[in-house]
């Protein structure tokens, strides 16, 4: 079986510039996180999509940060105008029900503001 | 929404000893407890859960348990080795949607 794929694997970018992370959850797959991990600290939910529906962005930094999962598969993550704070791992994952059960994380997409 | 605490945030071990990792909860509603463990630039991966109709759990050197009325849950790992060595995540589910992560206890296993 096929994990979550995630790309780029790294990013350098400058302050102020846009950058966008792809993620493809497992086939069969309906919930999709994105999650941001901080170096040093434990995971924190940015988005939840059920299908192609939002279930949970209150965490989500409404004036930088959009995404979108289309056609309840992938899904894009993406960041205008970007910060210093916002250099940390993006981590994609999926499940097959919400709530509970295992999480399958993908690689990780690390972002490095200068 | 929930939140978790998580202690200690280091913890070394001789080889062969046992080690404990515990969490608090904040919301009582929460029913699932899973545990990720994060091998240095890797995916964290599940490792084992427990549900809240269940108080202990086990799994070959490694156990967890669950106490509801205080609203905690511990990570027991026994006979450790060195490939035990990682940053172990609890987590707690939130309104039975997604997932609140503890801030992580990065163990050391020491030959």
């Known amino acids: 079986e096929a994990g979550v794929a995630q790309s780029p694997r790294y990013k350098i970018i400058e302050k102020r510039q846009s950058v966008a992370f792809w993620c493809n959850p497992i086939?069969?797959?309906?919930?999709l996180y994105w999650y941001q991990q901080i170096l040093g600290q434990g995971p924190k939910l940015l988005i939840q999509?059920?299908?192609?529906?939002?279930?949970?962005d209150s965490q989500l930094p409404k004036d930088r940060f959009s995404a979108e999962r289309l056609k309840g598969v992938d899904s894009t993550l993406k960041i205008q105008p970007a910060k210093l704070e916002d250099s940390a791992v993006y981590l994609c994952?999926?499940?097959?029900?919400?709530?509970?059960?295992?999480?399958?994380f993908g690689e990780g997409s690390r972002l490095t503001v200068l | 929404g929930e939140n978790v605490e998580q202690h200690p945030s280091t913890l070394s071990v001789q080889e062969g000893d046992s080690a404990v990792i515990k969490c608090t909860y904040s919301?009582?509603?929460?029913?699932?407890f899973p545990w990720y463990k994060q091998e240095l630039g890797k995916r964290p991966q599940l490792i084992i859960d427990?549900?809240?109709?269940?108080g202990e759990k086990k799994d070959q050197r490694i156990a967890v348990t669950l106490n509801k009325t205080a609203k905690h849950f511990s990570l027991h790992i026994t006979e450790t080795q060195p490939e035990d060595s990682a940053v172990y995540f609890c987590?707690?589910?939130?309104?039975?949607?997604?997932?609140?992560f503890g801030p992580g206890t990065r163990l050391s296993v020491l030959p």
């Open positions: 427990i549900r809240s109709n269940v």
């Open positions: 919301d009582s509603a929460s029913n699932y």
């Open positions: 994952a999926s499940s097959p029900r919400q709530g509970t059960g295992e999480l399958f």
């Open positions: 086939s069969g797959h309906a919930t």
């Open positions: 999509f059920q299908n192609n529906g939002v279930v949970d």
């Open positions: 987590a707690a589910d939130n309104y039975g949607q997604n997932f609140v």
